[in-house]
C-alpha cells in the first residue's frame, strides 16, 4: 500500500505531539497519549456516521495507518470513493457500508427499530424510513454489533445525532440519563467539565445522576475525582433556584457516593482556589484535595464554560465524552478538528475495550 502523506503532515507522532502541547500550553498531563497507547493494544470497530466528509476521512487515514482503530465508512459509496480518489487517502481493506446498496438488510434493521420502537408511536413505514437516516443507521450497527463504537455529529446539530442513538442504542442499565463530559487539558492539568452537551435544566435528582456518570468518567481515564458543584452562591450564601438546587444535589451525592470526594455548592473560584476555602469555608471536603471535576448547574453553564476556556484560555478540549449510553457512542462536536476527531476515536475504542470486559 501506498505510504500515506497524510497522516504524516497530520502530526501522528503522539509523542511529538504532546511535547508540542507541553510547550505550546504547559500541559505536562500526557492523558491522550495514554488513551492513544491503550486503544493501540486492542483497535475496536468504529462506523463513522459521516463518512462523506473529506475531515473525516482524513482523521480516518491516521486511524488506519496508527492501527488505532478499525475504520468502518458509512454513507454513499460513490461519493466516499471519489473523495477518497481526489484526496490521494489509501483506505485499502476499509470497509464501506452503503446502506442504499443493501435493501434486504436495510428492511431488517427497520423490522428491529420498529420492535423497539412500536409502543413508542413509530409505525413500519416510519421505521423503514428513519434507517436511511446514518445515524440510525450506524447506532444499529453498533447495537447488533457490527461496529464496536459509532462516531457522528460532525455536521449535524447534537440534538438531531443524539436521539438516534438513544431510541437505538438506549442508556445504560441502572441509569436513565445520558451527559456529556469534557476534559479541559490546562497548564494546571486535566480539568473534566459535565454536563456540557446533554440535559438542559437538571433537577437536584438528575444533578445526582450526572455527578455519578462523570465521576465513572473521570475514573476512565484512571484519574480520581474530586468534585465540585457549581452554583453563583457558597455554601448558601445567596437564593435562588439554581443555588438551592445545587445545595440539595450536593448533600444527596454526598450520601449517595460517599466514597467521593464532593463538595458544593460553590462558585467557580472558590473551587478552584484552595485559599478561599481554608480562609473561609475550613469546613471543604475539597481542601488538601483539589477539584479536578466541574458539575454544572444547567446546559447554559456547562457548554458556555467549556466554548469560552477552549476558545478564549489556554486549553486543549477533549470531548464531548458521552456518559451513560449502553454501547460506546460519541458526538463530536459540530465543526470538530482533525485532531478533535482523532482524540474522540480514541477515547470511543477505549470505551468498547472497557464495554468488552463487562
Ligand atoms: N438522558 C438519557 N435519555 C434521554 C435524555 C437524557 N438526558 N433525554 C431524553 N432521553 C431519552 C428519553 O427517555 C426518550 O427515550 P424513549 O423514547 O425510549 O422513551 C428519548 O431519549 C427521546 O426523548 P424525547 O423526550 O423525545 O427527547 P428530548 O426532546 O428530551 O431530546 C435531547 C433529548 C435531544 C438530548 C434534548 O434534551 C436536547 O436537545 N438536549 C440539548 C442538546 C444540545 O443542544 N446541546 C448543546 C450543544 S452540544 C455541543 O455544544 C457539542
Known sequence: AMDSGVAKTMILDWEAYELELQERIGIDQRLMLR????????????????ADNIKILKAVQVLKDEKV????????KEKIDFLIQENNLDMTGVPIVDPYLDEEKLK?????????????????????????DRNYYGAMMVELGEADALISGLTKDYPKTILPALQVIGVKEGTDRVAGMYIMNTSKGPFFFSDTTVNVNPTADQLVEIIGLTANGVKFFDIEPRIAVLS??????????VASKTAKATLMAKAKFPELVIEGEMQANV????????GNYPFSDLIGKKA????FPDL??????YKLLSELGNAEAIGPILLGMNKPVHILQLGSSIREIINMV????VDAQTQELK
Open 271 to 278: 473551587a478552584l482556589n484552595e485559599e478561599i476555602q481554608i
Open 232 to 241: 453563583y452562591s457558597n455554601f448558601g450564601s445567596a437564593k435562588g433556584d
Open 292 to 295: 479536578n471535576t466541574l458539575i
Open 300 to 305: 447554559s453553564s456547562g457548554n458556555i464554560a
Open 108 to 132: 431488517h434493521f427497520g423490522d428491529i427499530l420498529f420492535e423497539k420502537r412500536k409502543r413508542k408511536g413509530l409505525t413500519p413505514q416510519e421505521c423503514h424510513r428513519l434507517m436511511k
Open 69 to 76: 482503530a478499525i475504520p468502518i465508512l458509512l454513507g454513499n
Open 346 to 349: 480514541a477515547v470511543a475504542v
Open 35 to 50: 488513551v492513544v497507547t491503550r486503544a493501540k493494544k486492542n483497535p475496536k470497530r468504529v462506523v463513522f456516521a459521516e
